[in-house]
């Protein structure tokens, strides 16, 4: 049966199209958290695949609000060691315009973030110094490669993470001098907890906004012309990272990570005080 179907990738995505011609079967997965209904299991290109469809249950709510433990506690109980995350993200330089594409190297943490921990389990750090996985990024940046439009490698994604609202001019600037290419508010902690729960995990993303069309969009307001935010929409622009991930299925060259399993700080021997002071 398909429920019993051994997951090899787990693909955060937004994507009707890719569920509907493939014929993947929604099932719920159970969480600590409570279940998780947003789950499509079935094979493209012969590879077993779980897709979750994006990242809230229900309503839409701050990124704080999020559950990304339910939803990486998900994949984990699939079976799935190996986790490709797709982003619809904010733009930071002002030559990259509205489109531009990104397979994700490193991240940069700019706003706090809480989990539950479980006070049953040991207490450990995730080593985040290379926080995505590299054979997974490798074969992400071959099938990118091969797409018709430009796409970026090596990117940095930085976490705005927890307001409820987008970048400031100054904060965008700031971001730009450091030579960081994307902004957005979910990567992290996903990224953390995939790497707490020995997954391997990759990105790519998209960009809806630049600086210009912000400032664009801004200037017409206050002159009263009506124009839209977006010249592309964003279903237009999730197209690409969905081509992208496509590719990757074709192209895909199943591998052992031995690396992302390890790459964690536990503290085993943590105690409260020297067990001599119990006497």
């Not at 090596?154 to 450091?178: D, M």
């Not at 990759?202 to 839209?228: C, M």
Request: proline share 4%.
């Amino acid at each position: 049966m398909i429920e019993n179907l051994k997951v090899e990738i787990a693909i955060i995505m937004r994507d009707d199209e890719i569920i509907k011609k493939n014929n993947l079967k929604r099932i719920t997965i159970n969480t600590s958290f409570g279940p998780v209904h947003r789950c499509y299991i079935g094979k493209i290109f012969d590879v077993s695949v779980l897709i979750i469809y994006g990242r809230f249950n229900g309503e839409k709510v701050p990124s704080n609000q999020i559950n990304f433990q339910q939803t990486i506690e998900a994949v984990k109980n699939s079976g799935a060691k190996k986790l490709i995350g797709t982003f619809v993200v904010g733009g930071i330089n002002p030559s990259m315009p509205q489109g531009s594409v990104y397979i994700l190297s490193d991240l940069v943490g700019c706003g706090g973030y809480s989990i539950n921990w479980n006070q049953n389990d040991s207490f450990h750090n995730a080593e985040m110094f290379e926080p995505f996985c590299e054979e997974l990024t490798k074969q992400l940046n071959i099938s990118a490669r091969k797409m018709s439009f430009p796409v970026k490698e090596n990117a940095t994604y930085v976490t705005f993470y927890g307001y409820p609202r987008i970048e400031t001019k100054k904060e965008l600037e700031f971001y730009n001098s450091q030579g960081w290419d994307v902004v957005g508010q979910t990567c992290d902690p996903e990224a953390t907890l995939a790497r707490l729960n020995q997954i391997c995990y990759a990105g790519v993303a998209v960009q809806i906004d630049d600086p210009n069309s912000r400032y664009d969009y801004i200037k017409n307001l206050k002159n009263n012309n009506k124009k839209e935010q977006y010249v592309e929409s964003i279903k237009s622009c999730r197209k690409r990272t969905s081509q992208i991930v496509l590719q990757f299925l074709k192209d895909y060259k199943r591998f052992r990570c031995d690396i992302c399993s390890k790459m964690s700080r536990k503290n085993n021997n943590f105690r409260e005080f020297p067990d001599e002071f119990y006497e």
